[in-house]
Every structure is written in structure tokens, then in C-alpha cells.
């Protein structure tokens, strides 16, 4: 969690410690339910420096200085602190929600926790902030794989034990900007997901059996860069021949597309093999799981 602050234009802006003694920081540990030095120790803070306001030059200024910092963030779970840094940092408009910065990470805003902020003297507004506060520091857990891997199974059985929210698969997918609204669906904090939707499957399942993308694959892994540090990826993969034997179709599901599975299953795995490796490389953080000999308290939920 990188949480931006406004700060003075004229200095550079550097990551510093959140201190556990200051109002923001002894508000935020609280809504975390968390000591102030705990979450001091687990939470990155950076300043964005922005310039006076002013009518033209203010936007400008802090457009020029969140340019500066989004290299640092890009791929990172950001929570902005104020309205003035959600409009730098592109973070959706409505507080505590969760979305892909078009600067590429996954970010939420919230009213500057600071004691000047009457905002926070409403009930409501605080019972809101805590919800959002409790969860930041809990993983968002994608679990992908070819069909007959497991992944419904161990989904079920993750969110069963673990409380988290789980998001069903949506199916095949659809046009592009679906896709981005599904997968903005599946980046919450606390949740856990049968696949990224039309994201990490697509990258496998577009080329193999469609020989195309519902998007530019690099317009693709732009996106997954986004959310590489912000989701822990769960790849079930089984053998080859136990996924073979455990294809099976599920209710409503397109028999042309069984087939087309089934035609080509080989080649999906080895393309999800081979997506996944990428996923590695790109820097997120990614779990293989093989349900024929490991059990599955043996992955560990953690937010890394």
C-alpha cells in the first residue's frame, strides 16, 4: 500500500516513513485495527509534491509531478490521501474504490485522514473507512489454469476457509472494455477469483483457439503489469494427463467451445505454461498448485 500525500512542489519527492506518532498515521492504524508501529513497518508512503493551487498551472503542476512518481508505483496497490492526489494519480472518483490508474496501477483514494478534515466527523464516514482500512492489507488471489485443473474446486474451498469474497468465472469473454470492467471487479483486496476474466485466459485461450486476441496482446500485459504486484495469482497445474481425464463441461456451457477445448488441450497448457513464466518475469507473484499431491492449506494467503 503506497499511500500519496500532498507536500511542497519545490522538494524532490522520496519515499519516508509513515510515522506511527502523527495524526494521519495514528488514524489509519486505527481504521486497520493495527498498532501505529505495525503498520508503519508495513506500509510504503511516498510524497507527491504538488504546487500551489492555481487555475491552469495547479493541474498542470500536479500532473507533472505524479509523472515523476508513477514510475515507482506502476504494478503497485496505491491509496491516495485527499481529492487533489486522486486527480494527479487518476484514482477512480468515488472514495474506497478500487480501479486500474490509467498511470498503471491499481488504486483508491481516501479523505485526507489529517485532523483538519471535518469529513471524518461523520459515524458513517468513519464505519466506511474501517471497512476499506481492514482489507488493504489482505491479498487479491486469482486463481487460473486450463479447464479441468481444479480451479472452481480450489476456489471454493479458499474462500470457504478464508472468508474472503469469492467472484465466479464469467464465461468466455467479450468485447475488450468488458473484459477491463470484469477484471476492475476482480482486484479487490479480500476476494478471490476463478480467473482474471478475459485477461490471463485470453492470452491463452485467444491465440489457441481463435489465433487472435479480443485486444493488442501488449495493450494486455500492459494491463498486467497494472496489477502485478496487487493480486497473488494461484496457477493450477496438475498433469497433463490429469487435466485430460478431469475436462469436464459445466452447465451452460458452449459444446463448439468444449470441443475446441478439447481439440486442443495440449496446447493450452503448454501456452498457459508459458504465460504464466511471462507472468513471473513481469514481477508478480504466482503460486503453482497441483491438487494431486499437494493439499490446498499449503497455499499461503498471503499479501506479500
Given at each position: 500500500v503506497?499511500?500519496?500525500?500532498l507536500?511542497?512542489?519545490?522538494?524532490?519527492?522520496?519515499?519516508v516513513?509513515l510515522?506511527?506518532?502523527?495524526s494521519?498515521?495514528?488514524?489509519?492504524?486505527?481504521?486497520?485495527?493495527?498498532d501505529?508501529?505495525?503498520?508503519?513497518?508495513q506500509?510504503d508512503?511516498i510524497n507527491?509534491?504538488?504546487s500551489?493551487?492555481?487555475?491552469g498551472k495547479?493541474?498542470r503542476?500536479?500532473?507533472a509531478?505524479s509523472?515523476?512518481?508513477?514510475?515507482?508505483?506502476?504494478?503497485?496497490?496505491?491509496?491516495?490521501?485527499g481529492?487533489?492526489?486522486k486527480d494527479?494519480?487518476g484514482?477512480?472518483?468515488e472514495?474506497?474504490k478500487?480501479?486500474?490508474?490509467p498511470?498503471?496501477?491499481?488504486?483508491a483514494w481516501s479523505?485526507?485522514?489529517?485532523?483538519?478534515?471535518?469529513?471524518?466527523?461523520?459515524?458513517e464516514n468513519?464505519r466506511?473507512?474501517?471497512?476499506f482500512?481492514s482489507?488493504?492489507?489482505?491479498?487479491?488471489v486469482?486463481?487460473?489454469?486450463p479447464?479441468?485443473?481444479?480451479k472452481?474446486?480450489?476456489?471454493?474451498h479458499?474462500s470457504?476457509v478464508?472468508?474472503?469474497?469469492l467472484v465466479?468465472?464469467?464465461?468466455?469473454?467479450?468485447?475488450?472494455?468488458?473484459?477491463l470492467?470484469?477484471v476492475?471487479?476482480?482486484?479487490?483486496?479480500g476476494?478471490i477469483a476463478d480467473?482474471s476474466?478475459?485477461?490471463?485466459?485470453e492470452?491463452?485461450?485467444?491465440p489457441?483457439l481463435?489465433g487472435?486476441?479480443?485486444?493488442p496482446?501488449?495493450d494486455?500485459w500492459?494491463?498486467?503489469?497494472a496489477?502485478?504486484h496487487?493480486?497473488?495469482f494461484?496457477y493450477c497445474?496438475?498433469?497433463?494427463?490429469?487435466?485430460r481425464?478431469?475436462?469436464r463441461?459445466?452447465?451452460?456451457?458452449?459444446?463448439?467451445h468444449?470441443?475446441a477445448v478439447?481439440?486442443?488441450i495440449?496446447?493450452?497448457?503448454?501456452?498457459?505454461?508459458?504465460v504464466?513464466a511471462r507472468?513471473v518475469?513481469e514481477g508478480a507473484?504466482?503460486?503453482?498448485y497441483?491438487?494431486?499431491?499437494q493439499?490446498p492449506?499449503?497455499i499461503?494467503l498471503c499479501a506479500?
Amino acid at each position: 500500500v503506497v499511500g500519496v500525500d500532498l507536500g511542497n512542489h519545490r522538494r524532490v519527492a522520496p519515499f519516508v516513513p509513515l510515522s506511527p506518532t502523527s495524526s494521519s498515521g495514528r488514524r489509519l492504524a486505527q481504521l486497520c485495527w493495527m498498532d501505529p508501529c505495525d503498520f508503519a513497518d508495513q506500509t510504503d508512503r511516498i510524497n507527491l509534491y504538488l504546487s500551489s493551487r492555481g487555475h491552469g498551472k495547479g493541474v498542470r503542476s500536479d500532473r507533472a509531478a505524479s509523472d515523476q512518481i508513477s514510475i515507482v508505483l506502476r504494478g503497485r496497490r496505491v491509496v491516495a490521501l485527499g481529492r487533489r492526489v486522486k486527480d494527479a494519480l487518476g484514482a477512480p472518483d468515488e472514495p474506497f474504490k478500487w480501479g486500474l490508474s490509467p498511470r498503471g496501477f491499481v488504486s483508491a483514494w481516501s479523505p485526507h485522514p489529517s485532523g483538519l478534515c471535518r469529513w471524518w466527523n461523520d459515524p458513517e464516514n468513519m464505519r466506511r473507512a474501517s471497512v476499506f482500512f481492514s482489507e488493504i492489507h489482505r491479498p487479491c488471489v486469482h486463481v487460473e489454469g486450463p479447464d479441468g485443473s481444479g480451479k472452481t474446486t480450489l476456489c471454493a474451498h479458499l474462500s470457504g476457509v478464508s472468508r474472503y469474497s469469492l467472484v465466479s468465472s464469467d464465461g468466455n469473454p467479450g468485447p475488450w472494455s468488458s473484459c477491463l470492467d470484469a477484471v476492475t471487479d476482480r482486484i479487490r483486496p479480500g476476494s478471490i477469483a476463478d480467473r482474471s476474466s478475459g485477461l490471463i485466459s485470453e492470452l491463452v485461450y485467444g491465440p489457441v483457439l481463435r489465433g487472435s486476441f479480443t485486444a493488442p496482446e501488449e495493450d494486455m500485459w500492459q494491463v498486467v503489469r497494472a496489477i502485478a504486484h496487487a493480486v497473488l495469482f494461484v496457477y493450477c497445474r496438475p498433469p497433463a494427463d490429469v487435466i485430460r481425464r478431469s475436462h469436464r463441461p459445466r452447465p451452460g456451457e458452449d459444446r463448439r467451445h468444449l470441443r475446441a477445448v478439447d481439440s486442443h488441450i495440449d496446447d493450452l497448457i503448454l501456452r498457459y505454461d508459458a504465460v504464466m513464466a511471462r507472468l513471473v518475469r513481469e514481477g508478480a507473484r504466482v503460486v503453482r498448485y497441483d491438487w494431486t499431491s499437494q493439499a490446498p492449506g499449503e497455499i499461503e494467503l498471503c499479501a506479500g
